[in-house]
């Protein structure tokens, strides 16, 4: 693999003799200033960056520069950045160490040395990239639960692994049954609050009024029947993670006490005053266009913004390359297991009817329609009709036996021209241009009645 340099310097003099030092199997990219090198960087994916500090417009400072390294490790965490410092500039160099950077380097140049530092860099880069390639392997589709092989599930699953790990609250948006909560757990067994409790709560299936106890928590005494103090959902999450499912169906007015937590970070018990702090992360999930419903004043414009610091949009199974068939697979053999019928595997026409459908219920729908085809079929195959899917197969099928086409094609003129001529057998003969006998022989042959009453029986 070609080996990716970006190199950051305002001085095209330097710039130059900077290219030159490096061998040319290196694929070097050279940007002069902060906006650059963030385009260069989403562009090109350099593996190495070496950053000259002084950028305008504070070439004779370090603060454009600062600024830029802080940026460049937050966007692409794996990229080495090497900083280029003036000869006397210790304390910047320590300075940027201490911030991320892998590396500093001294004016004025020198080719080998910093031939050196670079392919220290480089190597050091590839070596935490392989790294982190035998950890996803070893964890097969490399977050627990999570069956997927579209680049756009893998995209949200590599999302997901650098979300985890921080406290950032995180919105998953998709259709029913797309893995949204699946997601949501993931999230928290990934992170360092995997030992502590997941709480879930579903806001769309909650009526209004108890859902900001349940929520919340009440104190003994508050409504009529509150004989306990009760902890809510919140609290009961706390040290771990608050997975609010449905937000886009909470109440306005619990909205605005969702809010007051978001911001403070304490809970008030339903007939409290006294604030209690809770440390929870939170991530909610919605299968509605949030966007909409702030348009439509049904949620806060506010909350969104506070809930959603981190979003990811879950794509409908119709919309992933080859999921549906990956995801169709691995539930038909986990069922099969468990169903003692561990042997079973898919027929051409299931296959092509699992690909072809739109599967408007997702993954809940797969797993319901691999679980009845699972009871259903017969032998070791599992066939379009077993999943009561559309299967284009099928008319072929019948279309195999041309007798068969060509009786039902006979059967079906002989009852529509007796229907037609209201049942009049000599008009029938003529309107099919049969002799009557030969009318007869053919509704004897296929049992069709020759009588209005009788054929409606
Ligand atoms: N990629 C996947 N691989 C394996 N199983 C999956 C996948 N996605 C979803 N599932 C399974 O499908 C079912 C539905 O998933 P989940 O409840 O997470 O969906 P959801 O988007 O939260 O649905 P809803 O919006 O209706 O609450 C669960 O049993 C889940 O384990």
């Known amino acids: 693999m070609t080996r990716r340099l970006l190199i950051v310097e305002d001085d095209p003099g330097l710039q130059s003799q900077m290219r030159w030092c490096f061998n040319e199997d290196l694929d070097i990219t050279v940007a ?20 000259d500090l002084g950028l305008p417009p504070d070439p004779g400072g370090s603060s454009e520069g600062f600024s830029l390294l802080e940026e460049i490790l937050r966007l692409a965490s794996l990229t080495k950045v090497i900083v280029v410092t003036g000869r006397e500039d210790k304390e910047n160099a320590v300075k940027a160490i201490g911030m991320g950077a892998c590396d500093f380097y001294q004016k004025p140049l020198d080719a080998d040395i910093l031939n050196f530092v670079v392919n220290r860099a480089f190597r050091l880069a590839e070596l935490e990239r392989e790294n982190q390639d035998l950890a996803r392997q070893r964890n ?21 692994e650098k979300v985890a790990p921080t406290d950032v609250t995180t919105l998953i948006t998709g259709e029913t049954g797309t893995g949204k909560e699946l997601l949501a757990r993931a999230i928290h067994d990934l992170s360092h609050r995997s030992r502590k409790p997941f709480a879930a709560i579903n806001c769309a299936a909650i009526p209004e009024n108890l859902l900001e106890s349940e929520l919340f928590g009440f104190e003994k005494g508050s409504f009529t029947g509150a004989t306990q103090t009760k ?3 919140i609290e009961s999450a706390n040290g771990g993670t608050l997975f609010l499912d449905e937000i886009g169906d909470m109440p306005m007015a619990l909205q605005a006490k969702l809010l007051r937590f978001l ?3 304490v809970v008030d018990r339903v007939g409290s005053v006294q604030p209690i702090p809770v440390d929870v992360r939170v991530v909610c999930a919605t299968h509605r266009d949030v966007k909409s419903l702030i348009d439509s004043g049904d949620f806060r414009e506010d909350l969104y913004y506070r809930i959603s610091e981190i979003t990811l949009d879950v ?3 119709r919309d992933r390359e080859g999921d549906a068939l990956v995801i169709a ?26 690909s072809s459908y739109a599967w408007p219920g997702n993954v809940r729908e797969m797993i319901n329609k691999v679980k009845r085809a699972t009871i259903m079929a017969d032998g070791k195959r599992v066939t379009a009709e077993d999943l009561e899917l559309p299967s284009e197969h099928t008319s072929h099928d019948h279309q195999l036996n041309l007798r068969q086409v060509r009786e039902n094609a006979e059967r079906q003129a002989i009852v529509q021209a007796l229907r ?8 029938t003969s003529r309107l099919l241009g049969v002799t ?6 053919l509704t004897d042959k296929y049992r069709i009645e020759t009588s209005a009453e009788a054929s409606k029986t």
């Open 329 to 354: 697979q691995s539930l038909l053999k986990n069922l099969g297991k468990q169903m003692d019928r561990p042997t079973l595997t898919f027929s051409e026409d299931a296959i092509d009817a699992i």
């Open 263 to 265: 911001q403070e970070r």
């Open 140 to 160: 097969g589709a490399n977050i627990k639960g999570i069956v997927a092989a579209s680049p756009q599930m893998l995209a949200i699953c590599r999302t997901l």
């Open 32 to 51: 002069s200033d902060r906006e650059s090198a963030l385009a260069a960087l989403r562009r090109v994916e350099p593996d190495v960056v070496t950053l």
């Open 231 to 233: 902890k809510g959902k």
């Open 315 to 317: 794509p409908a199974v």
């Open 436 to 441: 009557r006998p030969t009318l007869y022989n």
């Open 420 to 427: 037609t001529c209201n049942f009049n057998v000599a008009q």
